[in-house]
Structure formats: structure tokens, C-alpha cells
């Protein structure tokens, strides 16, 4: 054979070799039937092949991201029996070679049941299949008013969208149209969300066993009905202590605080590496000490410190019952709060309605044309927790603590939360996952499939002083594909220096400890310890167990 047609042959075999793993099918309506989705019925698919296109940073969505090339499927569809009309939105890859091979369900935020073009963009400039979806209501983070119909009576097809529904839907119909465009299924499927989205994570394990191999759930919005008044409290506990409390002011003590305990992981680095350790500190030891607001020498009241204590306590009822854990010492609280004092030490609340929308819209149905969240006393303010509880607890809590259908199916989940968060405390997802080791058989047997990581001085869903994960869907990735638990999850800041802190977050309930050698802005010079008293697998756990099935579990 002469090298010319050698040649050849081999330029056909590659020809053949590129079709083959090519078999992309045309971006194009023709291309998908209907997805095989349980609870619903396929109304419409439309797709689109969009090229080179570029998405500006936007709320949730902190990088600019440019030149994406994918297919725009959208699906509506609707439940039998209800009025509603949804659309699940998939980006997939235009071709396979820009596809990873895998799927991924997007979560939303706030009282969006998913982010759509925010979610999907960073999903798919990552190689994902991906899909989202608006659970049958207008986009809008900050409104509530898709929950109510027009006669001001709660919406309950809505709320069932949102809370369980239109999550495992955006999952079928996502995974069957990126096996129908690329002829073969996704390797691997996961979930992707924090806050509202990381909720839903939680509710895809404990509804959904099956569907999914993978959830990267952060800051999760557990017990959502209760997060929401939870960002009222501050206000109440004000009200109750007969005084406001400045931004200034919460800061001081905060500054304190941090004084006060941040040596106690071994290193001043500002940030606490704990902030449970930080026990001895208290706002009342601090009455009478002198600080500078507006250029005002300010001292610290009997009441300034009474309220900064109730505020970081969390809900407590009047008859000292408390309901719900509370932000620890150090985090700031100005987020949804902004309280002002001028030089003549008049303190002024500003606009808080951003935090009434659900108390508003959702519990009173607009009904109280007088409700002022910045008058709510602790009475008004339980009563309202009540009904919270009672009337959407069952559907939005998402706290059942029996994950062992999850566990069964192989999935694992994959959880961190900041210690910093002022809008969801991370004690609220100690709490879950202390209540999972309870009905599981204590912390080493769930560490199987679920593993929680706090995050030092990180805020809600990052930002804060502390280095917050740079990349936990890829560590879940290494879990369920390649079986490498991760032991610790990669972290990353710039400091106010501009200088790079890593650290390797310790996995629950380990936390961090500077080995006191070598620089403490390097993850290297950090190890993690477990908290005295209480030994892995050990006899603490097996303690707990036994009394447990002696019917003598705590709660
Ligand atoms: C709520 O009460 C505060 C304090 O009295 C007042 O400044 C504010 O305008 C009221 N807000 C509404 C919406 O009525
Ligand atoms: C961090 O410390 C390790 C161990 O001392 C060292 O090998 C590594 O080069 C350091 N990294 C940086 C960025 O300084």
C-alpha cells in the first residue's frame, strides 16, 4: 500500500471514529417527546441552539461568565388536577465534546423555586447537562404573592411545586432529554443549591432516594418557615429589651467577641475557628465600657447588652423556651438590618420590610393593613411562629431525619455551612444532622453518605472574613464516582492584605486547630481536632444508641 493511501485510510477511519462519538442529535422541537415526568403532564417543548453567548455578573450570579454554546429546551408542563403551568428549563452542551458526561439539577434561592439562566450558566460553562425550573410562578426572588390566589387563600398547588414537586420534575425531565439529544444517559446526576436551594438538596434525600447520585446542598433553609420569622428575632428581642441596638454597636461587640476567642483555635487571625468554644464571653460583662459611634462616645447600657444577648440566643419566649438556635458571637448582623445612630445618640431603624414578607403576605394574607414588623412584640411575634409551624411545618420543613432510603441507593450528600451566617444559623443544620446520627446509628455510619463541613467566618452561602469552599461539587464528585470521601474541603479568601488563606475545613464535628509552626494563612500549618469528650464511633455514640433502643432517645 503506497504511504499516500495509507494516509487516507487513516483520514477516514479518524472521520468515522469523530461521527461516531458525535451522535448529537439537532437542537430542534423535532429532536425530544415528551419526558416520562410521574406526577405530570408534558403541555410543550421548544428548543433553541444558542451560541457565544455571554452572561454579565447579577445577584447570584458573582463572575461574568462569556461564550456558551448550548441547547435551550423548554418544557412546560402541569399537574393533573391543578391550574398550573410550569416550565422546566434544560441547557445541554451543543456537543458532546463540550459535554462532561453529566447532569445536574440547579436549586433556586429565596422564594425563586429555581434561578434559571443564573443557575445555568455556571453549570454549563462547567460542561453540565442542567436544568432548572420556575415551579409555576413569575421569577422573583423577593416576592411572596405567587403563594396566595386571588382571593388572598394560600395557593397549596404553588406551595407543593415549591417545596417538593417541581424539584424531582426538573430532574426527569432534564436527564431524559440530555439522553435523548446525546443518545445515551448521564453518567452521574446530582443536585447543586444553597440556601433555599440547598433546602431543597435536603428534601431531593429525603423525598427522592433514587434520583439523583449526588447532592451538594450548602446553607440549607431546613425548617423554612421558621428561617423566615428567624430574621425578625433581632427585632423582637430589641423590642423586649426597650431599646435599639446600632449597627455600630453590634459590631463593637462582635469585635469583642472575636478578642475575646480568637486565640482559642491557636491563631489570631480573625477569625473564630469554633465559635461554640467561645463560651466565656458575654455582652453583660461589657456594661459601662465606652466605644465611638457617629463620632460619639457611647457607653454600653444595661439594655444594649440585655438585647445583644437575646439577639444571639436566638427565638426564646418570654417563658424562656427557646425555639430556635440563634447567630453565635462574632457574626455580624447588619445584613437585613440596618440601624442608624446619629451624633445625638438617637438610634433609628431603617426600612426593615425586606424581612416581613413572609409574616406579611404569607401568615396574615395581607390582611393587617397596620402590620409593622418594627412594633412586633414577643407575643405577636410567637403567635405568628405558631402558625408558622403548624400551617406549613409539614410541607416546609424538610427535617426528616430518617435518610436511609438515601443511604440505601449508594447517594451521598455533601453539606457545608458558614459560621458567620446571619440569615440561616449553622446550628440550624447541626441540629439535622445530630437528629440523622440519632436515627442512623451514630456519627461514623453516616459519615458514609453525609458528610457536614463548617466553614470559620463565612457568611450565608460565602462571603464573610473566613476562606469559604472553592470547589465542593467537584470534592462530591470524588465521593461518589472515584469513592474518595473527602476528609476536609479546599478553602480559599483574600485577606484585606490581598494576601491568599487556604484552609481544609474540617468535617462535623472536628473543628480547627493552628499547629503553631509555619505561616497561618496556609492551610498546611492547620489540622483538625475532635471535641474533647467526645470520641468517633466511640462510646459516646454507642452510648446514645443503646439508649435509644431502649426507647430512652433524646431529642
Ligand atoms: C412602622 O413603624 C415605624 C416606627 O413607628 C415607622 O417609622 C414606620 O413608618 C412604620 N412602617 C410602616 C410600613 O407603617
Ligand atoms: C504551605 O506549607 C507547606 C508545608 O510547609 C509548603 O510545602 C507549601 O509550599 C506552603 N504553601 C504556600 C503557598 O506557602
Not at 429565596?110 to 410562578?137: H, K, N, Q, R, V
Not at 432516594?209 to 423582637?236: C, K, N, Q, T
Not at 419566649?317 to 458571637?329: E, K
Not at 492547620?526 to 462510646?539: H, R, S, T, V
Request: glycine share 10%; charged share 20%; aromatic share 10%.
Amino acid at each position: 500500500m503506497s504511504p499516500f493511501l495509507l494516509l487516507q485510510l487513516w483520514a477516514c477511519l479518524g472521520a468515522a471514529i469523530t461521527e461516531n462519538s458525535h451522535n448529537t442529535q439537532n437542537c430542534d422541537a423535532s429532536t425530544f417527546t415528551a419526558p416520562d415526568v410521574p406526577s405530570a403532564k408534558v403541555l410543550s417543548i421548544t428548543a433553541e441552539e444558542r451560541r457565544n453567548v455571554d452572561m454579565p455578573a447579577a445577584p447570584g450570579l458573582l463572575n461574568p461568565i462569556t461564550d456558551l454554546n448550548f441547547c435551550d429546551i423548554k418544557v412546560y408542563l402541569t399537574h393533573p388536577g391543578t391550574n398550573d403551568k410550569v416550565l422546566v428549563q434544560t441547557w445541554l452542551p451543543l456537543s458532546e465534546d463540550l459535554w462532561n458526561g453529566r447532569f445536574q439539577a440547579t436549586g433556586g434561592g429565596a422564594w425563586a423555586t429555581g434561578m434559571l439562566d443564573i443557575g445555568l450558566g455556571p453549570a454549563i460553562a462547567s460542561g453540565y447537562a442542567a436544568s432548572s425550573t420556575t415551579g409555576g410562578y413569575p421569577f422573583d426572588f423577593f416576592s411572596a404573592d405567587w403563594m396566595l390566589h386571588k382571593d388572598k387563600s394560600i395557593n397549596w398547588d404553588l406551595v407543593h411545586n415549591f417545596a417538593t414537586r417541581s424539584l424531582a420534575d426538573q430532574v426527569y425531565v432534564g436527564k431524559s432529554l440530555a439522553e435523548q439529544y446525546y443518545g445515551h444517559k448521564p453518567s452521574y446526576s446530582y443536585w447543586n443549591g444553597c440556601s433555599q436551594g440547598g433546602r431543597q438538596g435536603y428534601m431531593m434525600a429525603q423525598r427522592y432516594p433514587g434520583l439523583l447520585d449526588g447532592v451538594m446542598a450548602a446553607a440549607p433553609a431546613i425548617r423554612l418557615p421558621s428561617v423566615f420569622l428567624f430574621g425578625i428575632w433581632p427585632i423582637v428581642a430589641m423590642n423586649e429589651a426597650g431599646t435599639l441596638v446600632s449597627n455600630c454597636e453590634f459590631d463593637w461587640f462582635a469585635s469583642k467577641a472575636l478578642e475575646e476567642c480568637d486565640m482559642l483555635d491557636g491563631a489570631k487571625d480573625g477569625v473564630m475557628g469554633d465559635p461554640e468554644a467561645c463560651t466565656s464571653f458575654d455582652p453583660l460583662n461589657y456594661i459601662g465600657q465606652k466605644m465611638e459611634c457617629s463620632g460619639l462616645e457611647i457607653l454600653v447600657t444595661e439594655a444594649v447588652a440585655e438585647a445583644v444577648r437575646r439577639v444571639h440566643q436566638g427565638p426564646t419566649t418570654p417563658f424562656g423556651v427557646n425555639v430556635f438556635q440563634g447567630a453565635p458571637y462574632g457574626t455580624p448582623l447588619n445584613a437585613f438590618l440596618s440601624i442608624t445612630i446619629d451624633s445625638n445618640g438617637v438610634r433609628t431603624l431603617n426600612d426593615p420590610s425586606m424581612l416581613d414578607t413572609f409574616p406579611r403576605t404569607i401568615l396574615l394574607r395581607h390582611s393587617k393593613f397596620n402590620f409593622n414588623v418594627s412594633k412586633l412584640t414577643a407575643s405577636e411575634y410567637f403567635s405568628l411562629w405558631a402558625q408558622a409551624d403548624e400551617e406549613f411545618g409539614w410541607i416546609l420543613n424538610s427535617d426528616n431525619s430518617d435518610l436511609s432510603a438515601f443511604r440505601d441507593s449508594g447517594a451521598k450528600l455533601l453539606s457545608w455551612h458558614g459560621t458567620n451566617d446571619h440569615t440561616i444559623p449553622h446550628r440550624n443544620t447541626i441540629t439535622y444532622r445530630q437528629h440523622v446520627e440519632r436515627d442512623i446509628g451514630g456519627a461514623k455510619a453516616v459519615d458514609d453518605f453525609y458528610r457536614l463541613f463548617l466553614a470559620p467566618g463565612v457568611g450565608h452561602c460565602g462571603f464573610g472574613v473566613g476562606p469559604a469552599p472553592k470547589d465542593p461539587l467537584e470534592e462530591l464528585i470524588a465521593w461518589v464516582e472515584r469513592g474518595e470521601p473527602p476528609e476536609t474541603l479546599a478553602s480559599e479568601i483574600k485577606n484585606q492584605e490581598g494576601e491568599l488563606v487556604t484552609r481544609n475545613l474540617c468535617r462535623y464535628p472536628r473543628t480547627p486547630k493552628y499547629l503553631a509552626t509555619g505561616g497561618m494563612n496556609n492551610a498546611s500549618n492547620w489540622g483538625c481536632e475532635m471535641p474533647d469528650g467526645e470520641e468517633e464511633g466511640g462510646f459516646a455514640a454507642e452510648l446514645k444508641d443503646n439508649l435509644k433502643q431502649a426507647g430512652l432517645g433524646l431529642d
